[in-house]
C-alpha cells in the first residue's frame, strides 16, 4: 500500500505491533490534541524506521498524553538506505536545510566532517537528527537515517569501509558533465563528500584525487552554494546509477 501523504504521520521510538497501544511523547501529544485538535478515533500514521508503517486511531486523549492504537500495517519495512552522505557543516539554517533534502534524496547515513575552510567547528547532533526525523515524517520516508559524530577530514579517509567508492564533487573537474562517470560506478556501494563554502583547500583536493577509492565529479558549469551543490549532486547520483 502507498503511503497517504495527507494523513498525519509520526516517528515514535518504542516497537510498533497490532496488541501494544503507543504513549506519545509531551510535545507530540499537545500537537495533536492542542495544534490540530484531533479527537479519539481520528487516525495517524506511524513509523519507527524498524517495523514499517502503521495506520493508528486515537485511543485516548488528553492535553498532555496521547495514547494510540496501531490497528494495521500499511507498508513494510524496506531495506535501509546504503549511501554515505558527507558534508562540511554549514551555518545552522542552512544546515537544517541541507540535511533535510539530504534524507529526501536518500542518504542512509549523515557524516558531519571537518574540513580545512570549514566556518563551524561545532555541530549539534541532536539537531541533526531532529531534522533527519522531521523529514522522514513529512516525505513518507520509513527508513531513517543514522547520523555520525563529527570527523575531521584526515580521519574520514583514513576510516574509509573498503570497498565503498567516495565520490568527491571537484569544482576544479577538467569537464562539466558529471553522467559519464558516474555510470562507470553502477553497482558499487557509494559515499558523497560535499566541502564547505570555501570549497576544498588545494591540499585537500590533491589528497583527495591522490586515492584509489575516491572519485572526482564535476556539477556542471557554474559555482554552485554547498546546499545547492548537495542537492544536484545527490540527484544526479539518484538518477543515473541510484534508486531512481
Not at 495506520?55 to 549511501?83: E, F, I, N, W, Y
Not at 542518504?107 to 571537518?114: D, R
Amino acid at each position: 500500500m502507498r503511503a497517504n501523504y495527507r494523513m498525519q504521520r509520526l516517528y515514535v521510538p518504542q516497537d510498533i505491533s497490532a496488541d501494544v497501544e503507543i504513549e506519545l511523547d509531551p510535545p507530540q501529544s499537545h500537537y495533536l490534541a492542542n495544534v490540530l485538535r484531533l479527537s479519539e478515533g481520528a487516525q495517524v500514521l506511524l513509523f519507527n524506521g524498524r517495523d514499517g508503517e502503521w495506520l493508528s486511531s486515537l485511543a485516548s486523549l488528553a492535553k498532555k498524553k496521547v495514547m494510540l492504537q496501531p490497528v494495521t500495517q500499511t507498508r513494510g519495512q524496506p531495506p535501509h538506505p546504503d549511501l554515505v552522505y558527507c558534508f562540511a557543516p554549514l551555518k545552522q539554517g542552512r544546515l537544517d536545510y541541507l540535511v533535510q533534502k539530504a534524507v529526501e534524496m536518500g542518504a542512509g547515513h549523515l557524516q558531519p566532517v571537518i574540513t580545512q575552510h570549514t566556518q563551524m567547528s561545532t555541530v549539534g547532533i541532536d539537531r541533526l537528527k531532529a531534522n533527519a526525523v522531521e523529514a522522514s515524517e513529512q516525505c513518507g520516508i520509513l527508513a531513517i537515517p543514522t547520523v555520525g559524530e563529527v570527523v575531521k577530514l584526515d580521519r574520514l579517509l583514513w576510516e574509509w569501509q573498503p570497498g565503498r567508492q567516495l565520490i568527491f564533487c571537484d569544482e576544479g573537474a577538467e569537464t562539466n558533465n558529471p553522467v559519464p562517470i558516474l555510470k562507470t560506478l553502477a553497482g558499487r556501494k557509494l559515499g558523497l563528500l560535499i566541502g564547505p563554502e570555501g570549497g576544498f583547500s588545494d591540499d585537500e583536493r590533491k589528497q583527495l584525487r591522490a586515492l584509489p577509492f575516491v572519485t572526482p565529479i564535476p556539477l556542471g558549469p557554474r559555482i554552485l552554494r554547498a546546499d545547492t551543490a548537495a542537492a544536484a549532486a545527490l540527484a544526479v547520483i539518484q538518477a543515473t546509477i541510484g534508486d531512481w
